[in-house]
């Protein structure tokens, strides 16, 4: 008789525990897990850009919180609710990258945690809808640019005239684009040969941030005397190991290199420095087809003090 009183207040105890839990701790009201084949690095960067489907100047998204590469937290609004998207991403194996996304009604969490225990509900169907478009934006954003496999290599040394440059890294093309006669001006008019291809030599990544600091490059022969400028200047850069890859697409989003060399590096135990180096093979002014630009993408390798 005592045991089987003893039971009850066992059971009676955690069904309490358990549904207070449920409706007033638990910080979501319902969870959606998805696998892909891209890098956590691929899929974060395509959170912080994620907008709902709604144009750049209907900003629908508040960033809450992030840890790179790892998790984002957002606000999203959809007429008066507010829903909060909890996204975490992690690396299941070589091939495959789980997203699991949690999903709150801020305005209404105590009537959708009691609702989802019975039935489908406009909540739930809403948010499944949401999430598989999520899912499917992700599909089309892999179809624009295509990489390599990863290979230990060398990031060659060049002789080059420069300018220090800095941006949001989704900027960084246009940045330089804005600001490229700046060198092109000067090598034209001091008759300067140009000695390979154009690159980019990050300085500084606030992954926090996402905004960078760079050297933007063209490789020149050697020069014993140039004229003085405020913008332009020269410098010789050193080989260094590293980790490279081969990118084809717009080099704006040629940051998508950059995420898959970090997701090598961490799933074989590869120290890097995350001060990745671009040369541009191709020039973009002459148009075609983007998966055929070419740019060498490399993450130099930190030596061993």
């Known amino acids: 008789m005592k ?29 959606i897990t998805f696998k892909t084949n891209q890098a956590p690095g691929v899929v974060y960067d395509h959170i912080l850009k994620w907008n709902n489907g709604e144009s750049a100047y209907k ?15 957002q606000n999203l609004l959809s007429g ?26 801020e305005n209404h969490s105590l009537k959708q945690n009691f609702q989802v225990i019975f039935f489908k509900n406009a909540f739930v ?18 179809k624009t640019f295509k990489l390599s496999e990863v290979t230990k290599s060398q990031i060659p040394a060049q002789n080059c005239l420069y300018i220090s440059l800095n941006s949001k890294v989704n900027n960084k093309a246009r940045t330089m684009l804005d600001n490229i006669s700046v060198l092109t001006d000067y090598i034209k008019d001091n008759k300067i040969d140009i000695d390979g291809s154009p690159f980019l030599d990050i300085k500084e990544w606030n992954v926090d941030e996402d905004s960078i600091v760079f050297d ?3 490789p020149i022969k050697e020069i014993t005397n140039r004229p003085l400028d405020e913008r332009v200047k020269l410098k010789k850069t050193k080989p260094k190991k590293a980790l490279m890859m081969i990118y084809n697409g717009n080099y704006r989003a040629s940051n998508m290199a950059w995420y898959a060399l970090i997701d090598y590096a961490k799933i074989n135990n590869i120290r890097i420095e995350y001060l990745p180096v671009e040369f541009f093979l191709n020039d973009p002014h002459q148009g075609g087809d983007v998966l055929m630009w070419q740019a ?3 993450m130099p390798i930190m030596e061993v003090q």
């Open 125 to 142: 169907k809403k948010s499944i809808r949401t999430v598989e478009t999520f899912g499917k934006e992700l599909i089309q954003v892999a």
């Open 296 to 298: 060498n993408i490399y």
């Open 3 to 31: 045991l089987t009183k003893f039971i009850k207040v066992i059971t009676a105890f955690l069904l309490i525990s358990l549904g207070t839990w449920y409706f007033f701790i638990k910080d979501y009201n319902y969870k």
């Open 80 to 105: 008066d609710s507010i829903y909060r998207y909890n996204w975490n991403i992690k690396r299941e194996n070589d091939s495959t990258t789980e997203v699991t996304v949690k999903i709150k009604d």
């Open 59 to 73: 900003n629908v998204i508040t960033l809450l919180k992030k840890s790179p590469f790892n998790q984002v937290e």
């Open 216 to 218: 933007f490059c063209f």
